[in-house]
């Protein structure tokens, strides 16, 4: 409702010609009074995305359960790919898809220890996850441009916040030959 009224006290008055200082003063407090309206500084609404404020902060568990059909690849470099995967939150916190920091799944690269400096394509989740419910992603991969035999470790990503297999060891690891 906020964001209606001061949107429309500002646009009824750009029509008119700038011709003073007091006109410009005028024109610039409505135009700083939308911009913070926008930013919801000024005021507050309903978030329109169907995730509440709880899920718009970082988890603080990052827990998963990984599984998938496909338990090996032969891909040529730059191929890319689709693997099934059902995703598992065994965690106390629901999984946002949308918002400030949502969940995703992706990947890392791995030449034996040694992960690649290569950033996962991200794969978003159908729906939020709630504790001890589970869905299933068709993630999609591309191969690196680095022939040999690798690891792919499927992991999900907090976006901003963290990846899942740097905070909790866990992660689908599948043997990649990459011609």
């Known amino acids: ?16 010609v700038i011709s003073t200082r007091r006109d410009l003063r005028k024109y610039l407090i409505s135009a700083l009074c939308v911009s913070i309206c926008c930013l919801n500084l000024g005021c507050q609404q309903s978030k329109t995305d169907g995730e509440n404020k709880e899920t718009q902060r970082p988890l603080t568990s990052f827990r998963q359960i990984l599984t998938s059909s496909t338990t090996k690849l032969s891909l040529h470099q730059g191929q890319e790919v689709t693997i099934p995967v059902r995703i598992e939150n065994p965690g106390p916190e629901t999984w946002p898809s949308t918002g400030q920091f949502p969940v995703t799944a992706s990947y890392k690269w791995f030449d034996g220890t040694s ?6 394509e991200r794969t978003t989740l159908p729906g939020s996850v709630a504790p001890d419910k589970a869905v ?10 680095q022939p040999g035999s690798l690891a792919l470790r499927i992991t999900l990503v907090q976006e901003a916040v963290a990846w899942f297999l740097t905070k909790s060891n866990t992660f689908l690891e599948l043997p990649v030959t990459v011609k």
């Open 1 to 16: 409702m906020c964001r209606s009224i001061v949107v429309a006290a500002f646009f009824s008055g750009v029509d008119k």
């Open 115 to 120: 992960m690649l400096p290569i950033e996962g």
């Open 136 to 145: 299933n992603v068709d993630l999609r991969v591309v191969a690196p441009n």
